[in-house]
């Protein structure tokens, strides 16, 4: 029996397949369920808003979020 290949313990160490045809195929598939989710959530998101120009051009409009809180730790700001 032949020794595998370091390709093949690499991705069998991450949980990919070796054939590239079966890596394709459930890439995509993960690629399309993302996708359709998405797809699926974008009328319902309260910050999105999908646009349309006088031109007919489509613009995606995004809400801006919550904004993230960070401690402030500038050198500045410390006594010495």
């Known amino acids: 029996m032949a020794p595998e290949s370091a390709d093949a313990i690499a991705l069998a160490a991450l ?7 079966t890596f394709v195929a459930t890439l995509r598939s993960k690629l399309e369920a993302a996708l359709a989710a998405f797809d699926a959530d974008v009328p319902h998101n309260p910050k999105v808003k999908l646009l349309r120009s006088k031109q007919g051009k489509g613009r995606i409009v995004l809400s801006p979020s919550n904004p993230y809180l960070r401690r402030h730790t500038s050198t500045n700001s410390r006594r010495h």
């Open 15 to 21: 949980g990919q397949p070796v054939d590239a045809q």
